[in-house]
């Protein structure tokens, strides 16, 4: 079964400094990975998709994300934080186990970022 | 643009009412979920529907029930609402972009408090 594991349920950057949110997966086949944002009182909005291919994903506001098949991970970074990118991130797989595209999601970390 | 919107943003009722939280998407996507959302849990799933009046359970399907009357709503049914159902419930619904791989969008959610 897949599974999915944030490190990190806070984390606190400076503005300009470079932002990493860390996400490690369990999957018995190649997965699909997801990064979603969600900003207070709102639903989700996906950030970026690994599907196949190019294992540097990049998604909007700047965001990217490395698949690396030999650490399970699909960490999140972005170079230079800004105000706007406090929020909370949730790291998702898909669910193959299940069906009809389900998504498999961690717990999620809460983006802070100070002037 | 796809748009899946829920009937409340806030919602406030008191413990042994019965609730209905509504969800309608306009892409006529054939499936669709609800979520429950709380701090340090991450996303749980309570029901999914894969097409009219077809529905299966989640993770989570204790002291919930569902219904897909038409493609395009999706109702979640809290038949005696309980404190501990207290929670941010969200709405996604999802297109099959190719194979085995869906994008999934997701409603601003319902902050439910029962009292």
């Known amino acids: 079964a897949q599974s999915v594991t944030q490190l990190g349920s806070h984390v606190s950057v400076s503005e300009g400094a470079l932002v990493l949110l860390r996400c490690n997966y369990s999957?018995?086949?190649?997965?699909?990975l997801f990064w979603y944002v969600q900003y207070p009182n709102q639903g989700l909005q996906l950030l970026l998709k690994?599907?196949?291919?190019?294992?540097l994903v990049k998604g909007i506001n700047g965001f990217e994300a490395e698949f690396k098949k030999s650490e399970t991970s699909f960490h999140l970074t972005k170079p230079s934080a800004h105000m706007s990118d406090a929020a909370e991130y949730f790291c998702?797989?898909?669910?193959?186990?299940?069906?009809?595209?389900?998504?498999?999601f961690g717990k999620g970390t809460k983006l802070s970022v100070k002037p | 643009d796809v748009k899946v919107t829920q009937s409340s943003r806030y919602l406030v009722k008191r413990t042994g009412e019965k609730v209905f939280l509504e969800c309608v998407q306009d892409?006529?996507?054939?499936?669709m979920f609800w979520y429950r959302q709380d701090p340090g849990l991450g996303l749980r799933l309570i029901y999914f529907?894969?097409?009219?009046?077809?529905?299966e359970k989640g993770d989570i399907p204790e002291g919930y029930s569902v219904s897909r009357e038409k493609k395009e709503r999706f109702s979640l049914i809290l038949e005696s609402a309980s404190t501990n159902q207290t929670s941010m419930y969200l709405c996604?619904?999802?297109?099959?972009?190719?194979?085995?791989?869906?994008?999934?969008?997701f409603g601003p959610g319902t902050r439910l408090t029962v009292t």
């Open positions: 690994y599907t196949t291919g190019a294992t």
């Open positions: 892409m006529d996507h054939e499936n």
């Open positions: 996604a619904s999802n297109l099959r972009t190719s194979g085995t791989l869906y994008e999934q969008y």
């Open positions: 529907s894969y097409d009219v009046k077809m529905k």
């Open positions: 998702a797989v898909s669910d193959y186990g299940g069906s009809q595209g389900n998504l498999i």
């Open positions: 999957s018995s086949v190649p997965p699909y």
